[in-house]
């Protein structure tokens, strides 16, 4: 089973349900999703970016993003129209929906980016 086919509920259990991830809190750590990637045999690197890091970065690879201003975590789908392209699983939190801004991300940070090397 690759990271593409992998549903919502698997990654949930996969990362550690209810110890890592789970309804009342959401992703809890960096370390979870390491360990995640790492059970697909994928190597990560984390880091405290700033918005030309994390543009850099998300530019070319996959992982997750999380602003501490926000305390949570949304998947890195790439870079769009000059600003980070996210996937948020909850949708205008934080006035975050799709995309990831210069300006709020600095209003959010520091920002915390698990990608995968």
Do not use: K
């Not at 405290?48 to 996959?62: C, G, K, L, Q």
């Not at 939190?93 to 995968?116: C, H, I, K, M």
């Amino acid at each position: 089973m690759g990271l593409t086919h992998v549903t919502r509920e698997e990654c949930g259990y996969v990362m550690g349900y209810p110890n890592c991830v789970n309804e009342t809190y959401g992703c809890m750590s960096s370390e979870c999703v390491a360990t995640a990637f790492a059970s697909y045999g994928y190597d990560t690197r984390r880091a405290y970016v700033t918005f030309d890091d994390a543009y850099a970065i998300m530019s070319h690879t996959t992982g997750t993003i999380n602003p501490q201003g926000m305390y949570h975590f949304m998947g890195i789908r790439g870079v769009r129209g000059g600003g980070l392209w996210v996937a948020n699983s909850a949708p205008g939190y934080r006035s975050v929906w799709d995309d990831l801004n210069r300006s709020t991300f600095n209003s959010l940070g520091p920002v915390e980016l698990v990608y995968v090397v």
